[in-house]
């Protein structure tokens, strides 16, 4: 079997670490090749599988550029694949990969939905409709990040299948604390859609806590400055990006989770994998992981009191902290492993060339 997995990202996000968990695990007769637009996020995604090819395409510049839609239609046919994985961070991405796997003799085409976010234009979805009847399979993953994308594109309730997000269990060694006290940390990059500047809202609240924030991106200057403007910015430690940055989570007292918008986000499975003590938005189908009260709590999204006060509950008890650790170390080693995710794939993709 060939496999072209796709990915338009420029910068390097979950959605790609969880191709990069699948395509490292897939049997080793799949031929893989991976195909996108950036050297750097292409070479991370194949780097766990040496034997994959890779590919770099014309990035679009526009929603109408031919020149880079004949180059992916022109790498898609010399590749001949029998399916096309296309790995869209949200519902509008990757649309000449798409085409251009329609187009392809033979080829199938599978599009899987990390995101349900909104369009940007009607332009954007008019050019949805008309990709859409080109995929062969619609997968979302997480059950009410289906049900929100078949809303947002237009598809029947129910025409996407679920296969969550998986990571793999890996031992590390966590980093010292920084500083004595309370411990807090989150993971991801710095965009209003991570909802950081909720949680140094939220630390005005914790007194004596230090936050510990892994990650970079646009916001990161505003981020700082409002954390000056709030008098908590000797309490923030800021680390940047990092490769090893499941090594601080078995250094937290807490990993929050403060996003506006996620999909099954790979930071939370980490996370309660190190047996972290878990605060989460109630977003996207992040409580299909975190279950109020027995692998983590959930908040209302945007409510920096709230996500404050579930901090202070889990600081406040040690007992809470572990009970909710272990359950929710088990329900991902049950459930969301990246073993699993990949042999649900495997299955997938044979059913489509049956």
């Known amino acids: 079997m060939r496999l072209v997995v796709y990915t338009d990202n420029v910068e390097l996000g979950g959605a790609d670490l969880s191709m990069a968990h699948l395509i490292a695990r897939l049997d080793r007769s799949i031929h893989v090749t991976v195909l996108g637009v950036s050297r750097h996020v292409l070479e991370r995604i194949a780097a766990g599988r040496p034997d994959a090819a890779i590919r770099i395409v014309p990035r679009p510049q526009s929603g109408h550029d031919l020149t880079s839609l004949m180059a992916h239609a022109s790498a898609i046919r010399?590749?001949?694949?029998?399916?096309?994985?296309?790995?869209?961070?949200?519902?509008?991405?990757?649309?000449?990969?798409?085409a251009a796997g329609a187009l392809t003799?033979?080829?199938?085409?599978?599009?899987?939905?990390?995101?349900?976010?909104?369009?940007?234009s009607a332009r954007q979805r008019r050019a949805k409709r008309l990709t859409?009847?080109?995929?062969?399979?619609?997968?979302?993953v997480g059950e009410r990040t289906s049900r929100q994308v078949e809303e947002l594109i237009g598809l029947p309730y129910g025409s996407l299948r679920t296969i969550h997000n998986g990571v793999p269990d890996e031992t590390t060694q966590p980093f010292p604390r920084p500083r004595p006290g309370p411990l807090i940390g989150a993971i991801g990059r710095l965009e209003h859609q991570k909802g950081i500047d909720l949680l140094i809202r939220a630390l005005v609240d914790l007194e004596d806590a230090t936050l510990l924030i892994v990650g970079d991106g646009?916001?990161?200057?505003?981020?700082?400055?409002?954390?000056?403007?709030?008098?908590?910015?000797?309490?923030?430690?800021?680390?940047?990006?990092?490769?090893?940055?499941?090594?601080?989570?078995?250094?937290?007292?807490?990993?929050?989770?403060?996003?506006?918008?996620?999909?099954?986000?790979?930071?939370?499975?980490?996370?309660?994998?190190?047996?972290?003590?878990?605060?989460?938005?109630?977003?996207g189908s992040v409580s299909e992981v975190?279950?109020?009260?027995?692998?983590?709590?959930?908040?209302?999204?945007d409510d920096p009191k709230a996500?404050?006060?579930?901090?202070?509950r889990l600081l406040a008890s040690n007992y809470l902290r572990r009970r909710l650790g272990e359950r929710g170390r088990r329900v991902v080693l049950e459930r969301f492993t990246a073993d699993q995710m990949t042999q649900a794939f495997e299955s997938l993709y044979a059913e489509m060339l049956r």
């Open 78 to 98: 010399g590749i001949a694949p029998d399916v096309v994985h296309a790995n869209l961070s949200s519902p509008w991405s990757c649309q000449y990969a798409i």
């Open 105 to 120: 003799r033979r080829a199938r085409v599978v599009a899987v939905y990390q995101l349900a976010v909104a369009p940007i």
């Open 132 to 140: 859409t009847r080109a995929v062969d399979r619609h997968v979302g």
């Open 218 to 283: 646009s916001q990161r200057r505003p981020l700082e400055e409002l954390a000056v403007a709030l008098d908590v910015a000797d309490r923030v430690e800021w680390i940047g990006w990092r490769d090893d940055a499941r090594r601080y989570l078995g250094s937290l007292d807490v990993f929050a989770l403060p996003s506006r918008l996620e999909g099954f986000p790979l930071a939370v499975l980490e996370a309660l994998l190190a047996r972290s003590a878990v605060v989460a938005a109630d977003v």
């Open 290 to 301: 975190v279950l109020d009260g027995e692998t983590g709590l959930l908040v209302p999204p």
């Open 307 to 312: 996500l404050a006060a579930a901090i202070q």
